[in-house]
């Protein structure tokens, strides 16, 4: 693993960048074993590239995308509550998956209200990200340092399992729903993970999207302005720019479906007809049919007894859950038990 630390000219500041430092070998692993599978699948890991981050932002503003709304409404109401009873003296703020870190403020100002200084740890795969969201926090935060981690989500954790400093807590946070872009066994790898990067005492909040009708949820994942097509779809300019593959991204259509069984959102890419790509940069040359899918995420929704079991099941014990005046969305409490 090779780690590398950018300070800024600010002592504020620090970014430390974790993995192999040959991301664009691994992308174009996945790619292979992905495009070469029966089932052809992308890992949705992929969607964030510069642009990519910025279209999930603009999702996020989206009038169909309800999540990042009532997480916000959540937050902004009940934010001096949450931080009270995450953390009795002073913590520090880790956030896994932190993005534009926008619903984060609420978080930063209650703890600020009670703690003279705190240290934040954002962690994004998106390095732009980080640097963008951290130095706009570093300007309307005097008191706040931050260090930064542009790492995928594991390697962070067991990097971060060792900077805990004694006397100050942690306050984990996976905003956003992030939560249900794993699968059932993904979540329980990944919440024990980070239960391993926490003590006895600190506490883990979890916003998670509850199940709903299926026609609400089709709509935040496929909207009119098409902005959610556009994110799916710009993984085929991924590939095109850094595999020198030849997608025309024209004979693609993006599709949204709920599976109420499994109770998750499906995204996928259709081929719009009988098609063979080249990807220069794998020496690979993949077909489509007609209507051949590539599988690039899904989205699951929960009740709040499948939170507290998942909370259970992986060294936790759930507080408590607050809810959005129209209950679309929970903020759950874990304790590290
Ligand atoms: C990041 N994640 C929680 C989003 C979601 O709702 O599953 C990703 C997304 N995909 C399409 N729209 C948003």
């Known amino acids: ?55 999930f932002e603009a999702i996020c503003h989206l009038p169909e995308y309800y ?12 934010a001096d509550e949450i931080v009270a009873s995450a953390a009795g003296r002073p913590a520090r703020l880790v956030e896994l998956g932190s993005g534009s870190a926008e619903k984060t403020r609420y978080l930063i100002d209650a703890l600020l209200n009670r703690q003279p200084s705190l240290h934040y740890v954002p962690v994004d795969i998106s390095r732009v990200s980080l640097e963008r969201s951290s130095f706009e926090l570093l300007q309307i935060y005097p ?14 954790l067991k990097a971060l399992a060792e900077t805990a400093s004694s006397g100050e807590r942690t306050i984990a946070l996976f905003l956003g729903s992030n939560i249900g872009n794993f699968d059932p066994d993904g979540s329980r790898a990944f919440l024990s993970e980070l239960r391993r990067m926490l003590r006895p005492g600190d506490a883990l909040l979890v916003g998670a999207d509850l199940k709903k009708a299926g026609e609400v949820l089709i709509r935040a994942y496929d909207d009119a302005l098409g902005v959610t097509a556009a994110f799916n779809l710009n993984l085929l300019v991924r590939m095109n720019r850094e595999l020198e593959a030849n997608f025309d991204v024209a004979k693609f259509s993006h599709r949204a479906t709920y599976n109420q069984e499994l109770g998750r959102v ?33 989205s699951y929704k929960f009740d709040v007894e499948q939170l507290a079991g998942m909370a259970r099941a992986t060294g936790f014990a759930p507080e408590r859950t607050w809810f959005d005046s129209a209950r679309r969305f929970s903020f759950n409490l874990f304790a590290a038990s």
Request: proline content about 3%; cysteine-free; charged content about 30%.
């Open 143 to 156: 008191r706040l340092s931050i260090t930064a981690y542009a790492a995928d989500y594991f390697t962070a």
């Open 67 to 78: 999540l990042t709304r009532a997480e916000s409404e959540i937050l902004r109401d009940n």
């Open 1 to 55: 693993m090779v780690s590398q630390t950018v300070s800024t000219a600010s002592n504020r500041f620090a970014l430390r960048r974790l993995g192999d430092g040959r991301d664009s070998t691994s992308f174009a692993e996945d790619v292979r074993e992905g495009l070469t599978a029966r089932q052809k699948s992308l890992p949705p890991k992929y969607f964030y590239d510069a642009l990519g981050s910025q279209l």
């Open 266 to 298: 499906e995204i996928r890419m259709v081929s719009l007809e009988p098609q063979t790509i080249r990807l220069r940069a794998l020496d690979l040359e993949v077909s489509f049919r007609e209507g051949e899918t590539i599988h690039t995420e899904n």
